[in-house]
């Protein structure tokens, strides 16, 4: 278990569709450079509903190797009160091609508590491996390969691809396979598209949503048979808009509470 970085893995963007022909072939990305999605993370366990961290998620143009690309970061840290308790910094940075949501180099830099992860990740699309430098949960730095197949993505990554999936495409009820690697291991889950419905956000109000569940990771916090419900934002962005997940002791949200630089009006607020 990755500890937290896993329950934000998995809650945050463990949402990222693996199943050929779900994406949107040669259209316009809906995102752009300078997009801003920010979210409040709460804990909730009987009377306690208390926000812990922040969740920013950002896009900027780039370059990598000579060429214009996108840097996706996705930044966490824990609230001023909740630091006190549990200190906790998550950086993920991703870069990808401007006209595709395809990696091509991935950085980790997690802090939580005393627990410390690296990742250093360059993708090798025609070796269909990840050569990683990496190094979590003490035990060195570690240099290795890590076979991927076809749609492997990372943390900061997963989310802007989903949103390029063809959501006009899905039933009710249909199962798409999910991927994404961290640290040394690439995590297979299932994402089930449960339709549409007007979901209340904090700070927002009710938005016409696309609804998901996910399973997440077994582990420390989670037994293996807990789902995790999304939503997304039913209009061109496809932003996502909340989550909610049980834990062992309590359970997990994410809302969103500001939106900057949206590539298309915000048209899934309820009027």
């Known amino acids: 278990m990755k500890r937290l970085a896993v329950i934000l893995c998995t809650l945050l963007v463990a949402v990222l569709a ?14 752009k450079a300078g997009e801003l999605i920010r979210m409040g993370l709460y804990f909730k366990w009987g009377a306690v509903n208390t926000e812990v961290a922040t969740g920013d998620l950002m896009l900027a143009e780039s370059t990598l190797n000579g ?23 998550e950086r993920f940075e991703t870069w990808f091609p401007q006209n595709a949501v395809r ?4 950085l980790r ?31 060195g730095q570690q240099l290795m390969d890590i076979p991927i197949g076809d749609t492997v993505c990372d943390i900061s990554s997963m989310i802007y691809l989903v949103r390029t999936m063809d959501f006009d495409a899905l039933t009710p009820g ?11 291991t690439v995590f ?32 420390a916090m989670f037994d293996g048979e807990t789902e995790m419900t999304m939503w997304f934002s039913d209009d061109s962005n496809h932003v ?32």
């Open 18 to 31: 693996q199943a050929q022909g779900m994406f949107n072939k040669g259209e316009e990305l809906p995102f």
């Open 109 to 139: 830099n997690t802090k939580q508590g005393e627990y410390r992860a690296l990742n250093n990740y360059i993708y090798d699309w025609n070796s269909k491996v990840i050569h990683a430098d990496i190094n979590f949960g003490g035990r």
């Open 103 to 106: 990696p091509l180099k991935h």
């Open 174 to 184: 249909q199962k798409i396979p999910l991927s994404f690697a961290i640290d040394d």
């Open 240 to 271: 996502p808009v909340g989550f909610m997940a049980p834990l062992r002791i309590g359970s997990v949200q994410g809302w969103v509470k500001q939106l900057e630089n949206l590539k298309y009006p915000f048209e899934a607020r309820v009027k």
């Open 188 to 219: 297979d889950i299932v994402l089930t598209y449960r339709g549409k419905e007007a979901v209340k956000v904090r700070r927002i109000g009710k938005v016409n949503a696309l609804r998901f569940s996910c399973s997440v990771v077994s582990g």
């Open 67 to 89: 060429k214009d690309v996108y840097k996706a970061s996705l930044i966490a840290d824990s609230a001023p009160f909740f630091s006190v308790f549990y200190d906790m910094h």
